[in-house]
Nanobody, 126 residues
Framework: QVQLVESGGGLVQAGGSLRLSCAAS????????MGWFRQAPGKEREFVGA????????YSADSVKGRFTMSRDNAKNTVYLQMNSLKPEDTAVYYC???????????????????WGQGTQVTVSS
């Protein structure tokens, strides 16, 4: 099983960019589908997207499509979330998660992910 630690959150102005990292420790990182979620105060956890084992296939939710990009470096046991053109509504705690479930990337939901990071706060000011 892997353990996950996110980093890279912070305060940024609208239109700015941030890159979140999620470092995994443990074995077989490349065998996990990696996902990103976010949760704003008073709202349900939202699936942001996921990246395949090799990193060649990604899925992004409509709310972030064209602005956020997911990638992974299996040699570094790290997955990334590059966030561009940030909006105030992107403000949330962002979580990375690992899944051993096999399904089409767009169909993943939170219960499919058995391991979660602690989250990192992203705040976008207007």
């Amino acid at each position: 099983q892997v353990q996950l630690v996110e980093s890279g959150g912070g305060l940024v102005q609208a239109g700015g960019s941030l890159r979140l990292s999620c470092a995994a420790s443990g074995r077989s990182f490349s065998s996990y589908i990696m996902g990103w979620f976010r949760q704003a105060p008073g709202k349900e956890r939202e699936f942001v997207g996921a990246v395949s084992w090799s990193g060649d296939i990604t899925y992004s939710a409509d709310s972030v499509k064209g602005r956020f990009t997911m990638s992974r470096d299996n040699a570094k046991n790290t997955v990334y979330l590059q966030m561009n053109s940030l909006k105030p509504e992107d403000t949330a705690v962002y979580y990375c998660a690992a899944s051993t479930v096999r399904r089409v990337l767009s169909l993943y939901r939170a219960p499919d992910f058995g391991t979660w990071g602690q989250g990192t706060q992203v705040t976008v000011s207007s």
